[in-house]
């Protein structure tokens, strides 16, 4: 295929090392014992965790063995030449599935780079930040010199000062931006990006007036913070903003309680009372004829908003938009707005979606990633899964640079007696967790001395940015990744690209 990616002029095709079609590697089957995920996972985790239960509900993927891989030849020719690349995501637990098939797509990346010196190190988190903190100091022991993953907020928290003690980066795959920066990178598509693309676009488009119907949870919150932001920058005007519990069921009178409150229906059918009232003491022809017009119609008058934005997706959006269109939010005059959680074909059936727009990245690019594992794997992966094979081609590309100086870690303790708290099992604990009712014992934290390492900020920050199959990226200190969208609409039976993604990163206004 022809998509590449990118790091300054240097190129690296997708596909076989010498860019030629290759056959389907062999597999082999590797078992990980499962173990339960530990409950009481951080606020900051539940949209993430959401979305990888959906994918489980909506059988995106099917399981298969943790790391079934391709047999490459994969040691280096010399251990102390290897370039040892941890990967760190769910490989047991009720998130296994997710964890399998991005495991599944590193290797992909790692076979097109035909590069032996590079060893990918798996570890398995359990999907907990105590299995975190565990395989980021099984990684680092074993010589890691970066670390991709992990996947949940929690996670990468608990494995931040591992790392930094260790003057490694972490390139995760988390969307939680509170985590990112000091040596964290985020690879995951956030949501704060797609909600600013698809709003300028529809500002573009002479849409001023939006409302926001979202979930009552950390992600439904980040959606609203993002459109307050994004309304302040292309001076629009936000109006209502309302939100559900997420554990309603399928069919809960309260879903038509809230679908009638963002319509204002209760008042729009008291208007088209007073206004019937009105026209029936008239006599006129003119008068009897729009009555029996009015007759027909629900409401009186329309919504207050030009666009409606529905951070939602998977079956609970597909209950909300008929409803929606039921209590006379038009969809044919009220544009709605999505996020990433719409590039779900399945919804392309549900007439009330119909003209959608959302902002996600390049769909050919990620038609062209499932399509390429599902011949090696035989099945469809979770969208998430394409994380899996940038980052580790990312990880690729920076191997093959000469290793520069590294700058300490802005989280490395300065001196050598500086105390961590550890549990009774003599594990870490993150200063922020709160935990309090374990014995807590003080060791020496040892500062590891500095040296040369090929995946340096300064490499990682590449100004000139990546291009992989969720399409361009770059880092900045923030650690978040600037992504490059397309603009989507949701059509009968399929998705449609409206406008394409930006090929630079230079802002479409100014």
Not at 99 to 114: P, R, T, V
Not at 128 to 133: E, I, L, N, S, V
Not at 197 to 207: C, D, H, T, W
Not at 445 to 470: C, H, M, R, W
Request: charged fraction near 20%; hydrophobic fraction near 40%; aromatic fraction near 8%.
């Amino acid at each position: 295929m022809s998509c590449f990616i990118l790091a300054g002029c240097q190129t690296l095709p997708f596909g076989s090392p010498n860019g030629q079609d290759t056959a389907t590697p062999t597999a082999t089957k590797e078992a990980i014992p499962a173990e339960g995920e530990k409950a009481g996972e951080a606020a900051s985790d539940a949209a993430e965790k959401q979305a990888a239960e959906d994918a489980l509900q909506n059988g995106e993927f099917e399981y298969g063995p943790v790391t079934q891989q391709p047999l490459l030849s994969l040691r280096p020719p010399a251990e102390a030449e290897a370039v040892r690349i941890a990967i760190l995501l769910p490989l047991s637990g009720p998130h296994q599935g997710i964890g399998d098939s991005m495991l599944k797509a590193a290797y992909m990346a790692l076979f097109d780079q035909g590069n032996k010196s590079l060893k990918l190190l798996p570890y398995d988190t359990k999907g907990t930040p105590d299995g975190a903190t565990e395989a980021a100091l099984q990684a680092t022991g074993e010589g890691a010199e970066v670390i991709l993953g992990p996947l949940f907020a929690s996670s990468v928290d608990a494995v931040r000062p591992v790392a930094a003690s260790n003057n490694i980066n972490v390139i995760a795959f988390s969307t939680d931006t509170r985590v990112a920066g000091n040596g964290v990178y985020l690879m995951g598509l956030t949501v704060g990006q797609q909600i600013d693309r698809v709003m300028e676009f529809a500002y573009r488009n002479g849409l001023t007036r939006f409302s926001v119907l979202a979930p009552e949870s950390p992600f439904g919150s980040t959606v609203v913070e993002n459109v307050e932001a994004a309304a302040l920058k292309y001076r629009v005007e936000v109006g209502k903003v309302r939100s559900y519990p997420t554990d309603l069921p399928p069919g809960a009178p309260e879903l038509h309680d809230i679908a009638k409150e963002i319509a204002n229906y209760d008042s729009r059918r008291w208007l088209l009372k007073q206004e019937i009232a009105k026209l029936e003491k008239q006599t006129s022809a003119a008068s009897q004829s729009r009555l029996k017009l009015l007759k027909k119609m629900d409401t009186y008058g329309e919504v207050n908003f030009d666009a409606l934005i529905l951070p939602e997706g998977g079956a609970r959006l597909r209950e909300l938009a008929p409803l929606l269109s039921y209590y006379d939010i038009d969809p044919t005059k009220v544009q709605f707005i999505g996020t990433g959680l719409w590039a779900d074909r399945s919804l392309t059936t549900e007439p009330a979606l119909v003209g959608g727009w959302f902002a996600a990245p390049d769909p050919e690019n990620a038609q062209a990633f499932q399509s390429r594992f599902q011949s090696l794997y035989g099945y469809v992966p979770p969208r998430i899964s394409s994380l899996g094979y940038d980052a580790t081609a990312l990880a690729g590309l920076l191997a093959r640079e000469p290793a520069i100086e590294a700058a300490p870690s802005p989280e490395q303790p300065d001196t050598a007696d500086t105390a961590t708290k550890t549990d009774a099992l003599g594990a870490p604990v993150p200063a922020d967790t709160g935990l309090t009712d374990a014995p807590v014992a003080s060791t020496p934290v040892q500062n590891i001395p500095l040296k040369p390492t090929k995946f340096s900020a300064a490499a990682i920050e590449n100004p000139a940015g990546f291009s992989g199959y969720d399409g361009l990226f770059r880092f900045s200190a923030t650690g978040v990744a600037e992504r490059s969208f397309a603009i989507m609409r949701v059509g009968t039976n399929r998705l449609e690209l409206l406008e394409p993604a930006p090929t630079s990163f230079e802002p479409l206004l100014n």
